[in-house]
């Protein structure tokens, strides 16, 4: 009895270190497992980083509308894959200066686009939207295709879909709640034509898995769109940028350069004052001529966009007011390349003449950095 209830007690220590050791083991691969994943996965989105790097490079060479179709189609492709990979939500992709890259505030959405300029100088834009989906933790890709152009009077009020899409650069989404629903408020912008620049308010929501553009949530003096376009001077820089300190969209108000040029919007520019909208809890109220001071009890790290050194630069802006002419202005309201009705030509008594441009080569496409700052449409390569 004894003997065997010894060799019984044996076994079961036996066991138990067995076990024991079974289970640090299994720890230590998990860890190992998972560290090596990690760096696996890195050196793979950094790998294929640099494959998309040169794709856009040879995107931006690209001469002609054919190459330019060809060019950016394999380069369409290959984003398509690598944003699919589970690494790609959250990866910086820092080289594509080229490719907008914006996450939501709740980190659930990303918004990736990109243009491309045609030979006869109008945009096409392209993008993707990423959405996590918390239930299976994975996140879905769905790719924007734009519209043919001259849509904006007709789609003020209209939903519009993936397929269906009016095409801009995206820089800022600002998140806001009604009910239990996320509305994500988006600021994009479109180089539309060699005359006029337009800003964009839009709204992105998700019927499932299905994103839909546009909700009658913004407020205008005639009555509540969908979305907002803000068309003006491609020579004027126009700010509208989400400021949350003031917890508004603040954005510079546009007026034509004279009287007589009212009906043309590639006339419009700033006029040194400013306006904004609020979230109520519902829509997005309008609040014109508001003062954009900063205020003293909270310090604000403005940036400022130097052009010799083509980088940006720190701004001491405590309590100043911002002149919106000043090419080294703040960010927020930065360099308005006015022009001045001196500088025009017979705006009196005659409407306005097209002017003819000549086309750079190899449209290196908008710098994201610089966007808020220049809303620069080309820059030469070096």
């Known amino acids: 009895m ?6 019984r007690v044996t076994n ?3 066991k138990r270190l067995g076990s024991m050791q079974q289970l640090v083991i299994f720890i230590f691969i998990l860890f190992t497992s998972f560290g090596w994943t990690q760096t696996d996965g890195a050196e793979r989105m950094g790998s294929q980083e640099e494959h998309l790097a040169q794709l856009l490079n040879d ?3 690209a001469e002609g509308d054919l190459e330019l179709k060809e060019k950016n189609d394999l380069f369409r492709e290959a984003l398509r894959k690598v944003l699919q990979e589970e690494a790609a939500f959250d990866h910086p992709f820092t080289t594509l200066q080229t490719l907008g890259k914006v996450h939501s505030q709740d980190k659930q959405v990303r918004l990736v686009t990109w243009n491309v300029e045609l030979e006869d100088f109008s945009q096409r834009y392209f993008g993707f939207v990423l959405k996590k989906d918390s239930r299976k933790q994975i996140h879905n890709v769905i790719e924007l295709r734009q519209y043919p152009r001259g849509i904006y009077p007709k789609y003020n009020f209209e939903t519009l879909t993936a397929e269906h899409w009016n095409g801009c650069l995206y820089y800022q989404i600002v998140d806001v709640k009604k009910g239990n629903k996320t509305y994500y408020t988006l600021m994009g ?9 337009i800003k964009l308010l839009d709204v992105l929501y998700f019927t499932g898995k299905v994103p839909k553009f546009g909700k009658p949530i913004f407020a205008t003096e005639d009555g509540y769109r969908s979305r907002v376009y803000f068309e003006h001077s491609a020579k004027a820089t126009m700010s509208l940028k989400y400021d949350k300190a003031r917890d508004m969209i603040i954005f510079d108000h546009l007026s ?7 009906e043309f919007r590639d006339y419009y520019v700033p006029d040194m004052t400013y306006d904004a909208y609020t979230f109520d809890g519902s829509r997005w109220q309008l609040k014109e001529d508001i003062v954009a001071l900063n205020k003293k009890d909270h310090e604000v ?3 400022g966009y130097d052009e010799k050194k083509d980088t940006t630069i720190v701004l001491d802006n405590n309590n100043k007011w911002v002149d919106p002419t000043d090419k080294n202005a703040p960010i927020e309201s930065i360099g308005h390349r006015v022009v001045k009705i001196d500088d025009t030509n017979n705006t009196e008594n005659s409407k306005p003449q097209k002017v003819k441009k000549s086309k750079d080569k190899g449209f290196s496409g908008v710098k994201y950095s610089n966007l808020p700052a220049e809303g620069e449409k080309k820059k030469k390569k070096n």
């Open 2 to 7: 004894s003997e065997d209830g010894i060799v």
């Open 301 to 303: 790290v403005i940036l």
């Open 189 to 197: 912008y479109d180089a539309y034509s060699d005359r006029s620049t």
């Open 12 to 14: 079961t220590r036996n």
């Open 59 to 61: 995107l931006r060479a």
């Open 256 to 262: 034509p350069e004279a009287p007589n040029l009212a």
